[in-house]
């Protein structure tokens, strides 16, 4: 598959850990945030998202939390599985007046078995 | 099942010869997007398009051009391509929004 991982900041984790993943984003005015996970070859897909008016949303092994105070993003993977290796995106939604996704850079997640 | 569609997959040419890159959602969804995605850079986006006829510039828009003659379909054409054009593209399609991407077009210009 196409390699989209060089250059980005990687993290290694062992099969079974917790992962946490961050991201900063860079507009006050955001009012919806996404999570994306891109394995090798394909498009991103949406794992979960959450709204300005939240500080945490949880999903089936993942939660994300939101800190507008310092405009920081995360997102946790219980019980990490080699099927979670992949590149996370995070994408704020700045919804002035239309819809528009700005993507962070990605952190490339390696889960060993 | 509710996707984007890319074709080609997979694309080598040359300098300067027109291409043209197609995308089509069944969402019925109107706001549409392209993105390059490159090493390092992340996701970036090209165009996208509110509506039909409706059209805008996003971040990196040099080089491509696009149509937005009906609602599913949102090609991106390259008049000219050139060697810093070679990279991996997605089409989105925002719903309620969410992005729903398509499975990437790698272009190669030689």
């Known amino acids: 598959g196409e390699s989209v991982g060089l250059h980005l900041p990687t993290l290694s984790v062992q099969e079974g850990d917790n992962s946490i993943i961050n991201c900063a984003y860079s507009?006050?005015?955001?009012?919806?945030f996404i999570w994306y996970k891109q394995e090798s070859g394909k498009g991103p897909q949406f794992i979960i998202d959450i709204r300005s008016n939240m500080d945490k949303r949880q999903g089936q092994r993942v939660t994300v939390l939101l800190n507008k105070t310092v405009k920081h993003l995360s997102l946790q993977i219980a019980a990490t599985q080699p099927g979670d290796s992949a590149v996370y995106f995070c994408a704020e939604n700045r919804n002035s007046g239309y819809s528009t996704l700005t993507f962070g850079k990605g952190t490339m997640l390696l889960v060993s078995p | 099942e509710a996707q984007v569609t890319q074709n080609p997959r997979y694309l080598i040419t040359v300098t300067g010869k027109k291409l043209t890159v197609t995308c089509s959602q069944n969402?019925?969804?109107?706001?549409m997007s392209w993105y390059r995605q490159d090493p390092g850079l992340g996701l970036r986006q090209i165009y996208y398009s509110m509506n039909v006829e409706v059209t805008d510039k996003g971040d990196v828009p040099e080089g491509y051009k696009v149509s937005r003659k009906e609602k599913r379909n949102f090609p991106l054409i390259l008049e000219s391509p050139s060697p810093n054009q070679t990279s991996l593209y997605f089409c989105a399609s925002l719903g309620g929004d969410r992005g729903y991407f398509g499975p990437g077009t790698r272009l190669t210009v030689t």
């Open positions: 507009n006050s005015a955001s009012d919806y």
């Open positions: 969402m019925n969804h109107e706001y």
